[in-house]
C-alpha cells in the first residue's frame, strides 16, 4: 500500500499520493483523513503575522473600534496615534491560550523626540495637555482591560537643562495588572542596544511551557527578564499598548504558538471515577488493560513504559486513557491522561487508531488497533514493524 500522504509542517499543505481505490482502503482512507485533521489541530504549531500586506489584519479593524485613537496605515506601517488621555490597549482576536508562544513587535513611538512636548486631550474636563514622556509597549496574558502583563517603553533625559551631564536613556516596565490593579514586576534603565527616539525596537515575549521571557532590542534581542511562575487561561491574548499622546507606528507582529501536550492531554477522569464508571458499565470493551507483551523493531520503536490503560467508550469509539506505567517522560504523564484514541471501521473488532508516544507526539498515519473476545488489545505500527498487546484486567 503506497503512503497516504505527505505533510510539511512549516508550510501547513497536505500532498495526497496515489492510494489504492477499493472500498475498504477507501473506508480506511476517509476514516485517517478524519483522524489525521482532529490530531493535526491539537499536535501543529500555528504561526500567524500582522504587516501591510494583509492589512494588518485583525489589529487594523479592532484598532478602528476605539474612538481615542485615530489608526490607519501609511508607509506600509500601522498607525495608531492616541490623542487622549486613556491608555488604549488593541488586541489580536487570535488567543495565546495554555500554549507555548512566541510574540514578538517591532514598532516604534513617533512621539518620542528629545526636549519636545505633545498634545493630548483631558478627557476628565476636556482640556489640551502636554507631555514630553509618552508611553508604548505591548500587553500578553489579556483576558480583559481589568487583568493582563504589559511590558511599557517610555524615554527620558537624566538632566535635560545640563549639556554636560545629561544621559538619555529608556525605562521599561514590566507590570501584572490583576482586578484593574497595577502591580510593577520589574523597572531597569537601558541605553545601549536600544532606539531612545522615534526608531524602531523590537519586544519578544516567549512562553516554553514552564518560564515565560522577555528580550528587547533594535538591532539584536537581550533577554530582560523571566518569570516561571505566570498561569496563562484559555483566552488569554496579546497585543499593543498605545498611552496618551504616543504615536505607535508598527511594522509587523507576529505570533507563533503550539499546545502543550501535557495540558491538551488532560481530561476529567480520575483512577477513582474510572473505576467507579467501570463498575455500572455493560460494555464488554470498557475497562483496564495491561501490558500484556510486543514485537518491536528497537532501531524504529522503542516501548516507553509497561503501560496500564484503560478504555472508555467516548460515543464514537473509545478513549485510552492513560493510567500508569510510564517510564520515559514519566513526569509528564499522570492518570487520566488521553493515551490515544480507537474508532470502528466497517471490519468487525477493527479499529483506526491515535496513539499517543513517550514524548506525547501522535502516530495517526496507517496504524490500527484490534480486540479479540473482548480480551486482547492489540495496537498495530506497519510503518515500524512493531505490535504492542494488552489484555483485559479482572477487577483492579
Sequence with gaps: MQPLYVISQNQFFITFVQYTTSKSNMTRLISTIITFFITCSLTFAQSHYSTYLNDFSPFMQQAESHESCNVHISDKRLIIDNKFSKDIIITDTISTGINKFKFYVRFANLNNQENKHYEYTDLNDNTIKKTSETTHGIVWGYTNEENFYAVLLNCHNSNPHDDLFDNRYMSVNIVKVSNASMT?????????????????NTLN?????????????????????????IIYAPNAQYGLFAGP???????????RYSPIMKYRLRTDWTLQSLKKHFEQSTDPCEGFWTFFDKELSEDRLKLGGRYTIALVNNGNGYDIIYVDGAKVNNHDWSCGMLKGQISPTQFIDNFSLVWYDAMMKPFVNDVYATIENYTLLSLYFPAQKSCIRFAKSIGR
Design 205 to 229: 515575549v516567549e512562553y516554553d511551557g514552564n518560564t515565560t521571557s522577555i528580550a528587547i532590542g533594535n538591532k539584536s534581542l537581550r533577554y530582560i527578564a523571566q518569570y516561571n511562575d
Design 245 to 255: 499622546a504616543a504615536k505607535v507606528a508598527v511594522e509587523r507582529i507576529a505570533l
Design 184 to 200: 510593577i514586576l520589574k523597572t531597569l534603565d537601558l541605553n545601549d542596544n536600544v532606539n531612545l527616539y522615534d526608531g524602531y
